[in-house]
C-alpha cells in the first residue's frame, strides 16, 4: 500500500462486533490494527457520550453503567475500560 486512507461504514452492531474481533486478536495482530482500534473506542466514548452513559467501579471491580434514562447494567470491565477510563 502507498499510505493512502480509507473510511468505511459501519452501524453500530459491526463497531461492536469489530471492536470483539479485535479485543480476540494476539498481541502481534492487534498491534497492527492500533490505529482501527483507537477510532473504535473513539467512537465507543462519544455514543456514551450522547446517551448520558456514566460509569463507576464497584467494589470488587465490577463496573456499574448508567445510561440517563436510568438503565443500570453490572459487569466485569473491559481492559481497555479500565486503562482509559
Do not use: C
Not at 495482530?29 to 473504535?40: D, N
Amino acid at each position: 500500500m502507498n499510505g493512502r486512507d480509507y473510511t468505511i461504514k459501519l452501524n453500530s452492531f459491526e463497531l461492536g462486533a469489530l471492536t470483539g474481533i479485535i479485543m480476540q486478536l494476539d498481541d502481534r495482530k492487534r498491534q497492527a490494527l492500533k490505529p482501527v482500534w483507537e477510532q473504535l473506542i473513539a467512537f465507543k466514548k462519544q455514543a456514551e457520550e450522547e446517551a448520558g452513559v456514566k460509569k463507576e467501579v464497584l467494589p470488587g471491580g465490577m463496573l456499574k453503567i448508567t445510561d440517563k434514562d436510568g438503565t443500570v447494567i453490572i459487569r466485569a470491565p473491559y481492559p481497555f475500560e479500565v486503562e482509559d477510563n
